[in-house]
């Protein structure tokens, strides 16, 4: 099926290996589970497979030709990234191991740092009922340590942040408000510019989850206004073991790092220490060099298809998902109905059958989706059901996934009666 907006998929489909791969004895896959993890093109997967076969060494204090090589390549890819999401300078992006990482980092560091930063008993923490466990964790975790309140924004039935009482929620006592950017079981586009604007009045910290936003749409941390952005790179054609904090310099540079060892220290004595720079202080001990090599290649690899394109692509894609998956009886889509303000990932229950039925069935058709409350458990609840399948598509999606997927559901139905 042609639709207006696509990207030339047949195309693209070529650089990814995986998907020419026959399931189940005769089943052609179908992956729709890209919000888990995206697949990886060969152009990435030439470059790591190139740092190992030539340039591995470990990075920064080497002065032999391997070393100086794994470094270039190393902070080449921070160059890359700094690039992608626009930021001011590129020792304002800090690597991780994924966005777990980068918001735990971001919550230990408000949790000891010095006025006016540290988050403590008199203090108030803001999330939203839609996060991800990744960053509802890290701050009940701080609350506990601190005695901090924390605090969080309600859904409203279409999946929305319910923002209706924003002036009570954040407060003048609100240290900081996190919040995802792209719900990863919901869909939603949160309206960033109003939650910024309020916390700036207050003086709290914004930290800004873009898991689900990294990989699929244009992300300037600038026009975002937020201090912390966190995104990790095995969504967006990356390898795993890789993640991404961005923070504001003057912020990096006051706050005290998470984690002690190599790399992160400017002198040590048996008495005490100094930090380096950011943004070596948050990197101790060996870094993921070659995961982040891979990130690089990535970002060129998205780069040159052109985030805007493939927003649009899969704007046009989950649009007709939605209707698609409308004309299907007995099912009701966990999230908003429209395309708008959404992103790629669909989730819907299908009458009274158990999502991971629903799964397992799709399975035996070569349809890979995801099932269980996708690490969102307050979502569930709040919607009061037990979990959700959720479909989530990418830049080499295409309608005829989407029509199998559709064939797929009803031979569900049948199955179950």
Known sequence: MLLPGLLDTDAIRKDFPILDRVVHGDKKLIYLDN??????PRQVLDVINAHYERHNANVHRGVHVLAEEATALYEGARDKVAAFINAPSRDEVIFTKNASESLNL?????GWADEPYRVDHDTEIVITEMEHHSNIVPWQLLSQRTGAKLKWFGLTDDGRLDLSNIDQVITEK????SFVLVSNILGTLNPVEAIVRRAQEVGALVVIDASQAAPHMPLDVQALQADFVAFTGH???APDGIGVLWGRQELLEDLPPFLGGGEMIETVSMHSSTYAPAPHKFEAGTPPIAQAV???????????IGMENIARHEHVITEYAIRRLQEVPDLRIIGPTTAEDRGAAVSFTLGDIHPHDVGQVLDEQGIAVRVGHHCARPVCLRYGIPATTRASF????TPGEV?????GLEHVRNFFG
């Open 235 to 237: 969504k967006m054609c």
């Open 106 to 110: 971001v919550a230990n560091m408000l």
């Open 403 to 407: 029509d199998a997927l559709i064939e």
């Open 35 to 40: 919000a888990a993890t995206s697949q990886k």
């Open 174 to 177: 609100t240290k900081v408000v």
């Open 294 to 304: 891979g990130l690089g290649a990535a970002v060129d690899y998205l780069t040159s």
């Open 394 to 397: 990418y830049l080499y999606s």
